[in-house]
């Protein structure tokens, strides 16, 4: 019941502060508005201890005693707006973050500057969700990135939600915090299905799966460099005779009709489907073939390379999802 | 609870909250080795080597019975030393112990943050021992100590040199040195313990007693311990004048004279004459409930009872330096109107014993025509007969002490004479009492504060005689002027009392004069400083001292102004660099693109920048170009004329 009423209470502080704050831009200045302190549980032991201490200083009428007493609520004090200070001023900045596949840790890449005149050290961050922290220090008028990680449990959009950024440096009598509410996403793909059928025959004129195994050996002609491309594949004599790297296209993959099918799955659960055909996409990308991607109401069209293979599987994180065409 | 403790998180880390943890514990530690029990620190000792030999060669850890075993064990040791759980020696030994039980089994943030509070606390006992200026220049670098083990065992894992977090604490300590000040001096104090003292059993007080009995002053002269200083705070009176009163004694039991219980606590009309002599004691600690003021004073201090034996009573023992003001006058009657019933009791004396004594004063009764003759016939007894003052009168024993004194021995300090003086008035059939507390004090030239050493411990009497009401007396002055007039190194020129040696090499007078002012001032201004300084401060801002409201109202302010004040440090020193000129004009060029609505996204580099613009409003693409090529070589190569930028951004009318 405490749990509850308390998870009631802090969830109206983050309502409270959600409304005040505002919704951020990519680029943050953390300024005293949006700088949080209270003491940590150390920091009530020392309160206590010091309460104690005056109490026997004022029994004993003891000036010495008093003095240390004051001496070390000065040093609570000092530490209080030290650790305030070790985030005011701190500007963080969103950067690019990498897709990852359900089941996976996201990793939300943000950089910070400290444009003071100190180092800043032992700041952490953290996603309000997430149980990891990463720390460290930021030296003054340094720049660092940091990676925060969260469990990427679901495909579709992985919000990062509230960031929280905060400190106990340098007594952790005290911590000051600060919420970011960033627009931070990252793209997380289904979980490749570790037992998926093997990939589907070739439909194309040809057929037989053989071609496909036969078709490295069937050189036909070259191409241009497509990133993604396997090094394997790259004619290194050709490129140095042109100056530009070259890819070898061989007859059987490049002809073969390869479509990765919604309808061709035979599971009915359609996350457990969409697991599969995400295994499939990494699959013939890895055996470098050409491959299209047949979803209900959505088709690509047979092509290769890590472009095209980060197409396909965008559309299977997004697959009906609500919001799916959002960027 | 072992159990579920964490597999040593990471070593290194707990090393360094281990090491910092031990030095600061020994640094607050060490000066409780003079007077606790050597057990006590011996043991916390072993139990951090053990500690280190923990981390360093891999001995076995303490296991959950040896711990439970040596908790025990403390408890009954503590006991067994001391007696109680109460009070400083027994509390202390127990934090210290409560420390090695807990450095057994620390691990992690938590528990090296609680033994470092321990350590804290035994710091600030230290404090309830001495609070001398060695002690108070030990504690400097204690605290220091403390205060970077603190920042180290909170993030063992900066990186940091062990120098780097000193410098950092030593930051922090400073900031906090003016709130400390503040507190210090605006702190409300209140006078008197909140809860009963138990205070060090100091082996050996020396100091005044409640009682007198042979031997007992003649003891506090071995000792030059200092019993208070004062201050006059106009002219000094005479050294023959200088009697410091403490207590008055009405009861003798043949040995021992008490001050006996209180029979009457009226009203007395104190009749002076002259000016008042105003001055301020810092009184050493005596355990009594008296202070001591000069004779006879009129008005005390506040939270003090002048009794009707003019006896300034406080209600709580002095257990810790005490500054006062009292006012006195040197030429004074009291007692005039005291009822005829109340003086019985200064008359009383039990029967039996001293017969010759008795005999003596029934004769100088007979053939006095006044009272005040037969204190004539007394003093002159004393003057003329072969009495000695002495340190060393030998031992009194018997019935009948006071005849052995006056007949056999003849030999004796202020007590025995100030004794068989009221024991020969009393048998005369005149009112007198006892009357205890210091005679004389040294003048220091360094500070000028007047020095009353333990040796200046004193007796004297009071008589009543009708019309003057109590007259002093001072039979010690019949035996030997000097001790009045000069002291009590001139009075005993032969005798190895303490001052002895000072005054034979002058220089190393000098030598302890100063030192004794050093010290004089620390006790004035720091020691001392409680309800009557603080209340001095306030009257000198033009504040009224006793308002409570007031009083946290200006620490409030005063905290209040000394938070801003290092606010505006911090701020200042984590503020944003100024931007450069060369950044100055880049945001100017900013605002004028902003102004026909093209305003740059926090995250939108000066070349993205630049591109948009450029696509928007083609007609400015060359100029937003070179400007922004311009400022990025500017910016980041470090090359380009600033001046022909600043010449581009000016001209530049989107």
């Given at each position: 019941?405490?749990?509850?009423?308390?998870?009631?209470?802090?969830?109206?502080?983050?309502?409270?502060?959600?409304?005040?704050?505002?919704?951020?831009?990519?680029?943050?200045?953390?300024?005293?508005?949006?700088?949080?302190?209270?003491?940590?549980?150390?920091?009530?032991?020392?309160?206590?201890?010091?309460?104690?201490?005056?109490?026997?200083?004022?029994?004993?009428?003891?000036?010495?005693?008093?003095?240390?007493?004051?001496?070390?609520?000065?040093?609570?004090?000092?530490?209080?707006?030290?650790?305030?200070?070790?985030?005011?001023?701190?500007?963080?900045?969103?950067?690019?973050?990498?897709?990852?596949?359900?089941?996976?840790?996201?990793?939300?890449?943000?950089?910070?500057?400290?444009?003071?005149?100190?180092?800043?050290?032992?700041?952490?961050?953290?996603?309000?969700?997430?149980?990891?922290?990463?720390?460290?220090?930021?030296?003054?008028?340094?720049?660092?990135?940091?990676?925060?990680?969260?469990?990427?449990?679901?495909r579709g959009?992985?919000?990062?939600?509230?960031?929280?950024?905060?400190?106990?440096?340098?007594?952790?009598?005290?911590?000051?915090?600060?919420?970011?509410?960033?627009?931070?996403?990252?793209l997380?793909y289904p979980?490749?299905?570790?037992?998926?059928?093997?990939?589907?025959?070739?439909?194309?004129?040809?057929?037989?799966?053989?071609?496909?195994?036969?078709?490295?050996?069937?050189?036909?002609?070259?191409?241009?460099?497509?990133?993604?491309?396997?090094?394997?594949?790259?004619?290194?004599?050709?490129?140095?005779?042109?100056?530009?790297?070259?890819?070898?296209?061989?007859?059987?993959?490049?002809?073969?009709?390869?479509w990765l099918d919604w309808n061709q799955v035979?599971?009915?659960?359609p996350e457990?489907r969409l697991s599969i055909l995400c295994?499939w996409v990494?699959?013939?990308?890895?055996?470098?073939?050409?491959y299209g991607l047949r979803l209900p109401g959505k088709t690509i069209a047979i092509a290769?390379?890590?472009t095209h293979r980060d197409h396909c599987l965008e559309e299977l994180a997004l697959f009906q999802l609500p919001g799916a065409l959002a960027l | 609870?072992?159990?579920?403790?964490?597999?040593?998180?990471?070593?290194?880390?707990?090393?360094?909250?281990?090491?910092?943890?031990?030095?600061?514990?020994?640094?607050?530690?060490?000066?409780?080795?003079?007077?606790?029990?050597?057990?006590?620190?011996?043991?916390?000792?072993?139990?951090?080597?053990?500690?280190?030999?923990?981390?360093?060669?891999?001995?076995?850890?303490?296991?959950?019975?040896?711990?439970?075993?040596?908790?025990?064990?403390?408890?009954?040791?503590?006991?067994?030393?001391?007696?109680?759980?109460?009070?400083?020696?027994?509390?202390?030994?127990?934090?210290?112990?409560?420390?090695?039980?807990?450095?057994?089994?620390?691990?992690?943030?938590?528990?090296?943050?609680?033994?470092?509070?321990?350590?804290?606390?035994?710091?600030?006992?230290?404090?309830?021992?001495?609070?001398?200026?060695?002690?108070?220049?030990?504690?400097?670098?204690?605290?220091?100590?403390?205060?970077?083990?603190?920042?180290?065992?909170?993030?063992?894992?900066?990186?940091?040199?062990?120098?780097?977090?000193?410098?950092?604490?030593?930051?922090?300590?400073?900031?906090?040195?003016?709130?400390?000040?503040?507190?210090?001096?605006?702190?409300?104090?209140?006078?008197?313990?909140?809860?009963?003292?138990?205070?060090?059993?100091?082996?050996?007080?020396?100091?005044?007693?409640?009682?007198?009995?042979?031997?007992?002053?003649?003891?506090?002269?071995?000792?030059?311990?200092?019993?208070?200083?004062?201050?006059?705070?106009?002219?000094?009176?005479?050294?023959?004048?200088?009697?410091?009163?403490?207590?008055?004694?009405?009861?003798?039991?043949?040995?021992?004279?008490?001050?006996?219980?209180?029979?009457?606590?009226?009203?007395?009309?104190?009749?002076?004459?002259?000016?008042?002599?105003?001055?301020?004691?810092?009184?050493?600690?005596?355990?009594?409930?008296?202070?001591?003021?000069?004779?006879?004073?009129?008005?005390?201090?506040?939270?003090?009872?002048?009794?009707?034996?003019?006896?300034?009573?406080?209600?709580?023992?002095?257990?810790?330096?005490?500054?006062?003001?009292?006012?006195?006058?040197?030429?004074?009657?009291?007692?005039?109107?005291?009822?005829?019933?109340?003086?019985?009791?200064?008359?009383?004396?039990?029967?039996?014993?001293?017969?010759?004594?008795?005999?003596?004063?029934?004769?100088?009764?007979?053939?006095?025509?006044?009272?005040?003759?037969?204190?004539?016939?007394?003093?002159?007894?004393?003057?003329?007969?072969?009495?000695?003052?002495?340190?060393?009168?030998?031992?009194?024993?018997?019935?009948?002490?006071?005849?052995?004194?006056?007949?056999?021995?003849?030999?004796?300090?202020?007590?025995?004479?100030?004794?068989?003086?009221?024991?020969?008035?009393?048998?005369?059939?005149?009112?007198?009492?006892?009357?205890?507390?210091?005679?004389?004090?040294?003048?220091?030239?360094?500070?000028?504060?007047?020095?009353?050493?333990?040796?200046?411990?004193?007796?004297?009497?009071?008589?009543?005689?009708?019309?003057?009401?109590?007259?002093?007396?001072?039979?010690?002055?019949?035996?030997?002027?000097?001790?009045?007039?000069?002291?009590?190194?001139?009075?005993?020129?032969?005798?190895?009392?303490?001052?002895?040696?000072?005054?034979?090499?002058?220089?190393?007078?000098?030598?302890?004069?100063?030192?004794?002012?050093?010290?004089?001032?620390?006790?004035?201004?720091?020691?001392?400083?409680?309800?009557?300084?603080?209340?001095?401060?306030?009257?000198?801002?033009?504040?009224?001292?006793?308002?409570?409201?007031?009083?946290?109202?200006?620490?409030?302010?005063?905290?209040?102004?000394?938070?801003?004040?290092?606010?505006?440090?911090?701020?200042?020193?984590?503020?944003?660099?100024?931007?450069?000129?060369?950044?100055?004009?880049?945001?100017?060029?900013?605002?004028?693109?902003?102004?026909?609505?093209?305003?740059?996204?926090?995250?939108?580099?000066?070349?993205?920048?630049?591109?948009?613009?450029?696509?928007?409003?083609?007609?400015?693409?060359?100029?937003?170009?070179?400007?922004?090529?311009?400022?990025?070589?500017?910016?980041?190569?470090?090359?380009?004329?600033?001046?022909?930028?600043?010449?581009?951004?000016?001209?530049?009318?989107?």
């Open positions: 019941m405490f749990a509850s009423t308390r998870n009631f209470l802090n969830q109206r502080i983050y309502d409270w502060a959600r409304r005040r704050q505002g919704q951020d831009g990519d680029r943050v200045r953390l300024d005293h508005r949006r700088i949080y302190i209270l003491p940590t549980r150390q920091g009530w032991l020392y309160g206590m201890a010091l309460l104690f201490m005056l109490l026997a200083s004022m029994n004993y009428s003891n000036s010495m005693g008093f003095m240390l007493v004051f001496v070390l609520a000065g040093l609570d004090f000092t530490a209080m707006y030290a650790c305030h200070a070790n985030l005011a001023g701190l500007e963080i900045t969103a950067g690019k973050h990498p897709a990852v596949f359900a089941g996976e840790t996201a990793r939300f890449i943000l950089h910070l500057d400290n444009p003071g005149r100190s180092t800043r050290s032992a700041i952490s961050l953290s996603a309000a969700r997430g149980d990891a922290t990463v720390t460290g220090d930021i030296v003054a008028g340094g720049h660092g990135s940091v990676a925060v990680p969260l469990h990427a449990e679901h959009w992985l919000s990062l939600g509230r960031l929280v950024v905060e400190t106990d440096y340098p007594f952790a009598l005290f911590n000051s915090w600060s919420w970011v509410y960033m627009e931070l996403r990252v997380v979980q490749p299905a570790d037992d998926a059928p093997p990939l589907p025959q070739p439909e194309g004129g040809h057929g037989g799966g053989e071609r496909a195994t036969r078709g490295d050996e069937d050189f036909s002609n070259l191409r241009s460099y497509r990133p993604g491309d396997s090094p394997r594949h790259i004619a290194w004599k050709a490129s140095a005779q042109t100056q530009r790297l070259l890819t070898k296209q061989f007859a059987g993959g490049g002809e073969e009709q390869r035979a599971e009915r659960d457990k295994r990494l699959t013939a990308h890895a055996e470098n073939l050409n290769g390379g890590a | 609870m072992n159990a579920v403790l964490p597999a040593n998180p990471e070593p290194h880390l707990e090393r360094t909250r281990l090491l910092w943890t031990l030095a600061a514990l020994a640094a607050m530690t060490l000066p409780h080795a003079l007077h606790l029990a050597p057990w006590i620190v011996l043991t916390a000792a072993l139990i951090a080597l053990w500690r280190l030999g923990v981390v360093y060669f891999g001995w076995p850890l303490f296991s959950r019975y040896t711990r439970i075993a040596f908790g025990v064990l403390a408890f009954v040791g503590v006991y067994a030393t001391y007696h109680t759980f109460n009070g400083p020696q027994a509390g202390t030994a127990l934090l210290i112990l409560l420390a090695g039980l807990k450095l057994m089994e620390a691990r992690g943030l938590r528990d090296y943050f609680l033994l470092l509070v321990i350590t804290l606390i035994i710091g600030i006992t230290n404090f309830f021992y001495d609070q001398t200026i060695p002690l108070a220049i030990y504690m400097v670098p204690a605290v220091w100590l403390a205060g970077t083990a603190l920042l180290n065992i909170a993030h063992p894992d900066t990186g940091q040199s062990p120098l780097t977090s000193a410098k950092t604490s030593a930051r922090l300590l400073l900031s906090a040195l003016p709130v400390a000040l503040v507190l210090f001096l605006l702190f409300p104090r209140i006078p008197g313990p909140l809860w009963s003292l138990t205070l060090p059993q100091h082996s050996a007080v020396t100091g005044l007693s409640t009682s007198m009995s042979p031997g007992s002053l003649s003891r506090l002269a071995q000792s030059d311990a200092i019993a208070f200083r004062v201050k006059f705070l106009n002219a000094a009176p005479p050294r023959a004048q200088r009697y410091w009163r403490a207590l008055v004694l009405h009861d003798y039991d043949g040995q021992t004279w008490t001050p006996g219980n209180i029979m009457w606590d009226g009203s007395d009309t104190l009749s002076a004459r002259g000016a008042p002599v105003n001055y301020q004691i810092t009184l050493q600690p005596n355990h009594l409930r008296v202070l001591y003021a000069l004779d006879l004073p009129a008005q005390g201090p506040a939270n003090t009872r002048l009794t009707a034996d003019y006896e300034l009573l406080t209600p709580h023992p002095v257990t810790e330096l005490r500054l006062y003001s009292a006012s006195s006058y040197t030429d004074y009657r009291y007692g005039l109107d005291i009822p005829a019933w109340e003086l019985r009791r200064d008359m009383r004396l039990p029967s039996g014993i001293d017969p010759r004594a008795r005999q003596l004063a029934q004769s100088w009764r007979a053939s006095a025509a006044a009272p005040g003759q037969i204190v004539e016939d007394a003093l002159h007894m004393f003057h003329q007969q072969p009495f000695r003052y002495t340190l060393q009168p030998g031992v009194l024993s018997g019935p009948n002490r006071i005849d052995e004194f006056l007949f056999v021995t003849r030999s004796g300090f202020c007590e025995h004479y100030a004794s068989a003086f009221v024991f020969l008035m009393r048998a005369a059939g005149i009112p007198a009492h006892v009357v205890i507390g210091y005679q004389g004090g040294t003048r220091n030239p360094v500070d000028g504060y007047y020095t009353v050493r333990q040796e200046d411990a004193h007796a004297w009497t009071e008589v009543w005689l009708a019309g003057q009401g109590w007259v002093r007396v001072d039979p010690t002055a019949a035996v030997d002027p000097a001790r009045v007039d000069q002291g009590l190194a001139a009075a005993l020129p032969g005798e190895a009392i303490p001052g002895y040696f000072f005054n034979a090499h002058p220089w190393v007078g000098q030598l302890r004069n100063a030192w004794d002012a050093l010290n004089n001032g620390w006790n004035q201004w720091i020691l001392a400083y409680g309800p009557e300084l603080q209340s001095r401060l306030f009257a000198g801002l033009g504040m009224t001292y006793g308002n409570w409201l007031q009083l946290v109202l200006v620490l409030l302010v005063a905290i209040g102004a000394i938070l801003m004040l290092v606010w505006l440090v911090l701020w200042w020193r984590h503020r944003a660099p100024r931007p450069s000129g060369v950044q100055r004009d880049y945001l100017r060029f900013c605002r004028k693109l902003a102004n026909c609505g093209l305003t740059r996204s926090a995250s939108e580099g000066p070349l993205d920048y630049a591109q948009r613009v450029s696509h928007v409003r083609p007609d400015l693409a060359v100029s937003v170009r070179s400007i922004s090529a311009l400022y990025m070589n500017l910016r980041y190569a470090d090359s380009g004329d600033a001046r022909a930028f600043a010449r581009l951004v000016h001209a530049f009318r989107p």
